[in-house]
């Protein structure tokens, strides 16, 4: 079972990190091979920046203040290349008995933290883009109370972000346009997700000035992060 695991397993003397035993899983995650393994310790595979919070987690382990841990860390193949792992550690002795040996489960979860940071790095752009774009993007619920609008509000409307959040957006919106915008609202709703554009309208600035604007709005009322129209 050990060998046919299919995730890395490794048995290891606490007292020193030393590898002691290896599973062929985890040979093929670190690319050495078994010969090799057991002449060296996590040290060796570890980024130095994350040595220290594993030792620390080791000592509490020791010390009776906890019975396992887990930690996602970077792990340093044979070739140099960089996998992210989570790590899992257990003793193998028993509690109050004197600490011997405990064993490291090892999973890849590159994919998953490449996932996330290409995610993040989306959001970033996006919210540049939204922040400091000559557009106003703005997200409204039902009622049409806003729920956030981007800082290109101020520039080009005169209110505030907090100021618009307490003016009711279909106020600024000229009588005589709004037939127009509850259509566009209500296919929105019949087309979830779907931009509907094409909507020419005049809206009313912080000084009461008229301005013409073109609308674009998306029914988002069921994506949990934005709850409302766009």
Known sequence: IFNQAAIGMVRVDTAT???MET??????????????LIKMNFHAI????????NERLMKQLLDGEIREYSLEKRLIQKDGNILWIKLSVSPLWQKGATPGTHISIIQDITERVKAQNELMEKEKRYRALVENGGEIVTIFNKKGKTIYSSPAIEKLAGFSESEIQSVDLMSLIHPLDMPELDRQIEESIRFPNKPISGVTLRAKNKKGDWRWAEATI???LQDPAIKGFV
């Open 17 to 19: 990190g030393k590898f």
């Open 23 to 36: 599973n062929q899983r985890f040979r093929e995650l670190s690319g050495y091979s078994d010969e090799e």
């Open 218 to 220: 998306t029914n988002l």
């Open 46 to 53: 570890s980024v130095k920046s994350e040595i220290a919070l």
